[in-house]
C-alpha cells in the first residue's frame, strides 16, 4: 500500500513501531504495555498524523557519553531537559537543525511551556526518574 518511491518527513518516534506492527498483524492495542506511540499505518497510506508533541526519556548514563535527561519536540522546537542540574536548552530545528544555538535566555516563556508538557508527559507515562546513588564516593 506504500507508493514506492515515496518520502515523508512527518516526525515519529521508535514508540510507534510497536502499535503500528500490532495494527498490520490485526492485534488490538493493549494500553498496559505502550502509552505514547500511535499507528503509522495511515501515515505510510499517504494519510496525514494529527500533530503531536514527541517525548524521549533518557534517565541514565550511557557507555557512548550520554547524561540523563529529557526532551520534548512540538513542531520546530524542541526542549531539552538535563536531570543532573536542571539545565534546559531550547532550540528552532527548523532554522537550527543541528542543534548549535541554544535559545532558552530568549524565549523563557516557551522553555516554560515545553517543560510544563514534558513534566506532565512523565507523569503519564509514570516516567521513573533518577536518584542519587548513596555508595556513590566520586572520582
Not at 8 to 35: F, G, K, S, W
Not at 95 to 115: H, I, S
Request: with cysteine; aromatic share 8%.
Amino acid at each position: 500500500v506504500i507508493r514506492p518511491g515515496s518520502a515523508c518527513d512527518t516526525p515519529v518516534i521508535t514508540m510507534d513501531l510497536y502499535p503500528t506492527i500490532l495494527e498490520l498483524a490485526a492485534l488490538p492495542p493493549d494500553e498496559n504495555q505502550h502509552r505514547d506511540g500511535v499507528s503509522l499505518v495511515q501515515l505510510l497510506k499517504g494519510c496525514e498524523l494529527k500533530h503531536r508533541p514527541l517525548f524521549w526519556h533518557y534517565p541514565h548514563y550511557g557507555n557512548q557519553g550520554g547524561a540523563p535527561g529529557g526532551s520534548v519536540r512540538d513542531g520546530d522546537w524542541k526542549l531539552i531537559e538535563w536531570y543532573e542540574d536542571g539545565e534546559r536548552e531550547l532550540f528552532n530545528l527548523r532554522e537550527d537543525p543541528g542543534e548549535t544555538t541554544n535559545l532558552a535566555a530568549k524565549y523563557p516563556d516557551r522553555v516554560n511551556q515545553l517543560a510544563s508538557r514534558l513534566t506532565a508527559w512523565r507523569g503519564d507515562v509514570r516516567a521513573v526518574m533518577p536518584t542519587p546513588n548513596p555508595q556513590f564516593k566520586g572520582q
